[in-house]
């Protein structure tokens, strides 16, 4: 740790802690509220964010309600006490190993948990069941970046801190939708960016994100064709003579790297040779240049050789470790990095250590006391699910993941789940498609109740701590597991009683491993104690007897045998799924600003569902038109893998033959727009991770008969073939459709809303087919449904408004000349609407900050500041045009 601690700036009754989203990893002050809840701040002194949050931190503390939460144990659907629940897991483990051996078992853990929690997963599995059946979701997010980051420096460290992004005079963004997924992150690039104009930015992306906002370039490549690009530039840099003679000595592979390189011309990327020659010109005009990467690096096909060719290019100009240059992969859940310290792959060991070396595994081995660590590495998430559906795997417990939904080939990893003999799931919440799949529920402690620490992307080790006492019965997941460690027979392996004595067991494996040649040492944070452990402010790794590193590898010392870093010879391949006649459209899948994956936690915010509230497809303009798909109405996109309906979003923002549609809906929110059951399950030959960005699919018009709108204060009960709810600030809403026309609406509302006897308002107009009707209680408005053959156009968020109110024409659709309607939602934490923006900006407003001053658009967290820009950009085109 370095130099004295910064001056507590905490209020009194702020508890210091992390926030539970993104790896960026910011801190938090939080406070109770006294009435269950929290109130919560950016933590001034945390080095991530420095006091900024976004807005799905920023909306953490209404997720926190106990609606939705699992509060007490339950097996096939009973609540029973936690002795009951865990002596039937501690049997069904014990047994089924006896009957059919050790791999007859499996955890399916998640890089959501604290390192605590992971470490003691990993222990029970690979030290004491004596089986490697132990993956996480962390490889299909980060597995490529390992296998990465391993062939090339010998282990998985990232050399670099966020800083070195706004040190840098180019940073290149590749796969990376930063201001969305990464949002503090990027508000730091921006404002690096505007303080230093000459600081450029490359987004290498086929999509035009809110990312290319910032761009000085776009690279709207084709997709998976990564490799090449960066092919190309190794080859460009031998020709200019820009490689670093002195640092390749600590390099070996060149010749190799460049031999492969050279056989490229770039032609699959689909750029011009202008754009390719002035993306290499820049690299090498800028020495202090950082590479982002992210999921559109990582999940795909080739993600490892995609990880090595953008390693290649850092490490023959040497421009690594030094202030504002490196490699970085930006990781994506609170605990990526911690998960991958705490070896929770299935073929890694704790602190860096490696499953299938001899010396690492007799050196955990004798550390635990186990009797015996497996030689081979376990399968990998998608070979562990094909487990399960073979029969081979008995008994499975996945914690604090949602694979039925998360999953490539999510329908068969679904039945497979439901199809196993015994499932324990370990969640915050019963309602999930994994969850609703459970033999046995074990409630988890939440974010706000837990204790532990996580790692960001930048080495910080930063605490959670606990704010709220745990909901009803919940317990932490390290203490769920070591109590089933004990009643299995481990008494003392897993006698833990705190966080902090786990983390220290932690940190004295990590100083043998390091003995061992290893990066990861916390020996320095050993014997903190449980008050040291209670303080221990964000540390960044390694933390040895003689202080820290903040970067790695500026003079070499990598961590192979030789101590050389090695370049990859990688050739460019295509994503492996073809396109053809029958699937002509390339599947690309990723975030949305506000929601958080499977949205168990997010929805329950209703201002993080007004940004954008229903599951779509992306699709280009001319391909829309082709299909005869108008904006607005369902279209199907399907393949041999599965099927699903989604909105269509017409917009030149994803290029023609290629479509995008984003990865959050469920059974439980959208049961057809579960976008992961067109998604085959094809991995990377090295990491496993899943091809998550690029199947093939066909797209068709999905001809609905009939198209709804409905809002109700009780959770609605939809049975229709395309429907999708989400909370609002008084209730719910919901878009419907279906292929027959009922006939009788006003049945179909009280069914709907399961309103018999409720008094109701209908509206028809025969003529246009359309349908309205509105339910009162005591004179306020508690459901409304809006049918018509057409999507239906009304003020959506005008009607959600008067949900729970005294409404006089509620059926109208549209606000009264009183009431301005804000349009949809661009600014979630101040609730401001695109209209309210397009008059600002019609009335003269040509900036954000301006935006901001008229409006208050973007003075909170300021995550829809590149929106802001977009809708400013869009007025500036309109403008020049006309
Ligand atoms: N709001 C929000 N933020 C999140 C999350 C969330 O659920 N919601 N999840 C977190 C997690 S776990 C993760 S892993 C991160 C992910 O963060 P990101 O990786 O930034 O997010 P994605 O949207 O999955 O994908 C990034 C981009 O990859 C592009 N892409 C697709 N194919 C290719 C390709 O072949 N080459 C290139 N160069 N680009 C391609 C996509 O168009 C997309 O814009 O986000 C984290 N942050
Ligand atoms: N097509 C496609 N598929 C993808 C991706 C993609 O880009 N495209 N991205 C992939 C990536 S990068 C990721 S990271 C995964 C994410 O996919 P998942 O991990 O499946 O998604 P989450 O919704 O984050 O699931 C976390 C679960 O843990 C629960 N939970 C929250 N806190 C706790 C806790 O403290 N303890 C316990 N026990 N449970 C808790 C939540 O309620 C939730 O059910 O999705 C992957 N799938
Ligand atoms: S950027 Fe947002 S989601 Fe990520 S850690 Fe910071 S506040 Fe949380
Ligand atoms: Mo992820």
Redesign the pocket.
């Known amino acids: 740790m370095d130099g004295a601690p910064p001056p507590d700036t905490a209020g009194p009754g702020e508890v210091r802690t992390t926030c ?1 989203y993104c790896g960026v990893g910011c801190g938090i002050l939080a406070r109770p509220d006294g009435a269950g809840g929290i109130t919560l701040r950016g933590d001034p002194e945390h080095p991530a964010n420095h006091g900024r949050l976004c807005s799905k931190g920023f909306a953490l503390g209404e997720t926190l309600s106990q609606e939705d939460r699992l509060l007490a144990p339950r097996v096939d659907g009973q609540e029973v006490g936690w002795d009951t629940a865990l002596g039937l897991v501690a049997d069904r483990f014990s047994r089924t190993i006896a009957e059919h051996g050790p791999d007859s078992v499996a955890f399916y853990v ?5 390192t605590e ?1 992971y470490y003691v997963a990993n222990k029970l599995m690979k030290g004491f069941i004596g089986s490697a059946n132990i993956d996480t ?2 490889r ?3 597995a490529s970046t390992v296998a990465g980051h391993r062939r090339a420096f010998g282990t998985d460290t990232v050399p670099g801190t966020y800083e070195d992004l706004e040190l840098a005079d180019l940073v290149v963004l590749v796969g990376s939708n930063l201001a969305w997924c990464h949002p503090v992150l990027y508000q730091r690039l921006a404002a690096a960016k505007a303080a230093r104009p000459g600081m450029k930015v490359v987004v290498v992306d086929p999509r035009r994100t809110a990312t290319c906002d910032l761009a000085d370039m776009h690279l709207a490549l084709q997709p998976g064709s990564d490799v090449a690009l960066f092919n190309r530039l190794l080859a460009a840099i031998d020709a200019n003579g820009a490689t670093d003679p002195a640092y390749l000595s600590h390099v070996e592979g060149y010749d190799a790297a460049l031999g492969a390189a050279r056989e490229e011309d770039g032609a699959t990327t689909g750029l011009s040779t202008e754009e390719l020659a002035a993306f290499c010109k820049l690299w090498l005009a800028n020495e202090r240049v950082v590479t982002v990467f992210s ?1 559109g690096v ?2 795909s096909s080739s993600g490892s050789d995609k990880v090595n060719a953008i390693l290649n290019c850092h490490l023959a100009t040497g421009r690594i470790g030094r202030p504002g240059m490196g490699p970085f992969s930006v990781t ?2 609170p605990n ?1 990095m911690g998960g991958r310290e705490v070896g929770g792959l299935a073929n890694t060991l704790a602190c860096h250590l490696e499953l299938e070396n001899a010396a690492h595994r007799d050196l955990v081995r004798s550390f635990w006391d186990a009797p015996a660590i497996p030689e081979a590495a376990g399968p990998k998430a998608v070979d562990l699910f094909q487990r399960v559906r073979e029969g081979r795997i008995k008994a499975l417990w996945i ?5 039925a ?4 080939d999510a329908d068969a990893v679904r039945d497979a789940i439901g199809a196993c003999d015994f499932v324990v799931v ?4 019963d309602d ?1 498609d ?2 609703r799949l459970a033999h046995v529920l ?1 409630p ?4 706000g109740e ?1 204790d532990g620490t996580v790692t960001n992307s930048e080495r910080m080790i930063s605490r959670q701590r606990a704010v709220l006492p745990p909901a009803g019965q919940a317990r932490a ?1 390290w203490d769920i597991l070591a109590e089933v460690g004990r009643r299995m027979g481990w008494t003392e392996a897993f006698d833990y009683r705190s966080a902090a004595e786990i983390f220290d067991e932690y940190a004295a494996l990590s100083g043998l491993a390091a003995a061992m040649g290893r990066d990861f040492d916390i020996l320095g944070l050993a014997g903190l104690g449980p008050s040291g452990y209670a303080a221990l402010p964000p540390t960044r790794w390694p933390v040895t007897a003689q202080g820290t590193t903040e970067r790695f590898f500026a003079k070499g010392g990598f961590f192979t045998p030789d101590g050389r870093a090695r370049m990859v010879p990688v050739t460019a391949r295509p994503p492996a799924a073809r396109t053809g006649p029958r699937h002509p459209f390339r599947l690309n ?3 949305i600003r506000d929601q ?6 997010t929805a329950k915010a209703p201002r993080l569902n007004q940004h954008l509230g229903e599951p779509f497809l992306e699709i280009h303009p001319a391909d829309a038109a082709a299909l005869g798909v108008a904006p607005a109405t369902l279209v199907r996109v399907a393949n041999p893998t599965g099927s699903c309906i989604l909105r269509a979003l017409v917009t030149d923002r994803v290029q023609q033959g290629q479509v995008f ?1 984003p ?1 959050h809906w469920t059974g439980v929110t959208a049961p057809s727009g579960r ?2 059951a067109v ?1 085959p399950g094809v991995t990377d030959p090295l990491s496993g991770q ?1 091809e ?2 690029a199947a093939a699919v066909a797209v068709t018009q999905w001809k609905a008969a009939w198209f709804g709108f409905a809002v109700s204060t009780e959770r609605l009960r939809p049975d229709c073939p395309y429907w999708a709810q989400s909370r609002v600030e008084n209730g719910w809403r919901a878009e419907l459709a279906g292929q027959e026309t009922p006939s009788d609406w006003e049945a179909e509302a009280r069914r709907l809303f399961a309103r018999p006897q409720t008094p109701c308002q209908v509206i028809t107009d025969r003529a246009a087919g359309t349908t309205r009707l509105a339910f009162f209680e005591d004179g306020r408005l508690v459901a409304a449904l809006f049918t018509a053959p057409d999507p239906v156009a009304l003020s959506r968020d005008h009607l959600v408004s008067l949900l729970g109110t005294q409404a006089v024409a509620p059926l109208s659709g549209r606000p009264g000349a009183d009431m301005p309607d804000p349009g949809p939602i661009v600014c979630a934490c101040l609730n401001v609407g695109a209209n309210t923006l397009g008059a600002a900006i019609a009335g003269g407003v040509d900036s954000v900050a301006g935006l901001g001053t008229c409006t208050s658009a973007g003075t909170n967290c300021g995550s829809c500041r590149p929106e802001l820009a977009a809708l400013l950009n869009a007025a500036r085109r309109m403008e020049a045009a006309e």
């Open positions: 539970a998640s890089g959501q948990l604290l929690d979701n962390s299909l997010c980060m999921q990582n999940q994506g859940q990526a914690i604090c993941t949602n694979p939904v998360s999953m490539p370990s969640d915050v919440t999930t994994t969850a074990l988890a402690t939440g974010w837990k997941d899948t990723g975030r958080w994956h499977t949205m168990t936690r549609a990865i976008i992961d998604v899943p998550s960005k």
